[in-house]
């Protein structure tokens, strides 16, 4: 019974001894996979039929198989799939039939290879900036944006084949604080709440979501003792169960990030989450601390201290949910990737392409010698997926467009800034690839340093569209929400001149 609210992972493309070890030892009923589980789709497909006979052989019962396939900066999936773009990115498209159309495609295609449990959409309203953990990965700062995006994604995924998760409440939208590394604070009352943070999951609820993920957030006007969300009965039980009226799988974020290991310890936040009214909790990155919760656990249980009718609901709820999953079918494999799939994620990011400060004239052309500019993706977060060196923004514009292209580290200093500036003469146009520069404010000094050679300048924002706040008169922004090939290719037609950018911004800029 306890192994059934558990969730572990592992780091490999093959199943470990250790791993399968305790997973039969403490007969842990789930997995969570990781961009380091995934190869290719087949890969994929081999490793989840795996897994679930090694927990159907040590449980009796088959296994939830979860991954966090966003879209966009937070996808775990190979480039043999079909990337959706970041919410904020479906959202600027201003077409909400394209979240619906990201949910089914990820849904189908995740299927197919034999997960069950998308850990999406984000129901986090993004209100602010500073946020160095959400960001695009919300679909803004408009509840009601937020709201109809997020429901038509679930729907999609739902008809796609796979459970769907609204994350993180009450909201991870409204602070500075990245909880994988530190333990944020939202003082907020409760009625505030409601009326903003509050409002995409209570649509979400309303709409038949399966799962409702918390965040590792302080709360202090709800929960008066010094314990994050996930920890808390008052926010877990009495807000989200009984005010919201949720009835579905409430699971915990990673019980292992700094905002509980750091502060409480991760086997006593598991127990803690399950005493707390959390159905499902997650040690993403290790069994052995899932199998050290599960006795942690049992000893509560034997003590009292965890409610053993309660318990035993929560897991009969959990089984109800797993009597539902259908296995896949080997010929879905072909759809994974397929050229539809392709055409419709391809469509989907030049939508979502929105342009800040253009110029009458509109955007300006490369000319016969450009000057491209950019930065390596980096992990701002440990949400984000590991693709540095994977793909370069300067590079893949210069092979395009010709002319001549330079790296920026992801904060330069005012050494780096000069040398960079120095190499504007004789250039046609200069165009600087930023990523997270409003976090990064050495970025945002060589695009105003760029800006005084004269030159034509564009901005393209390769995530977060904030960093066009603070432009320096004449150049041209464009929002791009995304650093992976197909936000590249889609810029590149821009600048070509094939396609045009129409997207309405999510957030709203303050210089």
Excluded at 296 to 310: F, K, P, V, W
Aim: net charge negative.
């Amino acid at each position: 019974m306890v192994g059934q609210h558990l969730f572990a992972g592992f780091a490999g493309l093959q199943i470990t001894d250790e791993f399968a070890r305790y997973m039969r030892e403490a007969k842990i009923g789930n997995v969570i996979l990781f961009a380091h589980n995934v190869g290719t789709a087949s890969q994929l497909a081999s490793l989840c039929a795996d897994l679930q006979k090694l927990v159907m052989d040590a449980t009796g019962y088959p296994a939830f198989i979860a991954i966090d396939q966003e879209g966009g900066v937070v996808s775990r999936l190979g480039q043999d799939c079909a990337i959706v773009p970041s919410a904020m990115g479906i959202a600027a498209s201003g077409n909400i039939e394209n979240a619906y159309a990201a949910g089914l495609i990820t849904g189908r295609e995740l299927h197919a290879m034999g997960v069950n449990f998308n850990l999406a959409p984000v129901a986090d309203v993004n209100s602010n900036p500073q946020n160095p953990v959400i960001g695009v990965r919300s679909y803004g700062e408009n509840t009601q944006v937020v709201a109809r995006f997020s429901c038509a994604m679930m729907r999609g995924l739902t008809d796609g084949g796979v459970l769907s998760c609204a994350k993180h409440f009450p909201g991870h939208g409204d602070t500075a604080v990245d909880s994988h590394i530190g333990l944020p604070l939202v003082d907020k009352p409760l009625d505030v709440l409601l009326e903003s943070d509050l409002v995409p999951f209570q649509a979400l609820i309303h709409a038949g979501i399966p799962g409702v993920m918390s965040t590792h957030i302080l709360f202090p006007q709800i929960e008066q003792d010094r314990i994050p969300a996930t920890m808390s009965r008052k926010i877990m039980t009495d807000l989200l169960k009984e005010r919201m009226g949720f009835h579905g799988l409430v699971l915990s974020d990673c019980m292992m990030m700094g905002a509980i290991a750091d502060h409480y310890g991760t086997v006593k936040g598991m127990t803690e989450a399950i005493k707390a009214g959390v159905d499902l909790v997650f040690a993403s990155h290790s069994a052995k601390l899932a199998a050290e919760a599960s006795r942690s656990m049992m000893e509560e249980l034997r003590e009292g201290r965890i409610n053993s009718a309660e318990l035993l609901a929560s897991t009969e709820k959990i089984l109800r949910y797993k009597a539902g999953l259908t296995p896949p079918d080997p010929a879905e494999l072909s759809c994974v990737g397929s050229a539809e799939h392709r055409r419709q994620v391809e469509a989907m990011y030049e939508q979502s392409l929105t342009s800040v400060n253009l110029p009458k004239g509109g955007l300006p052309p490369p000319g016969d010698k450009p000057l491209f500019v950019g930065c390596l993706p980096y992990l701002p977060t440990q949400a984000s997926s590991p693709n540095a060196g994977s793909v370069s923004f300067h590079e893949a514009m210069r092979l395009r467009f010709g002319g001549d292209a330079v790296s920026m580290t992801e904060n330069p200093d005012w050494e780096e800034i000069a040398r960079i500036a120095a190499l504007a003469p004789g250039h046609s146009c200069i165009v600087i690839g930023t990523y997270n520069a409003h976090l990064r404010r050495g970025q945002l000094d060589i695009v105003k340093a760029l800006a005084s050679s004269g030159i034509p300048v564009i901005c393209i924002a390769l995530r977060n569209p904030y960093d066009l706040a603070d432009l320096p008169m004449g150049v041209s922004g464009i929002a791009a929400y995304a650093y992976n090939n197909s936000s590249l290719n889609a810029v590149a037609r821009l600048l070509s001149g094939d396609i045009r950018a129409f997207g309405v911004l999510p957030v709203r800029l303050k210089g």
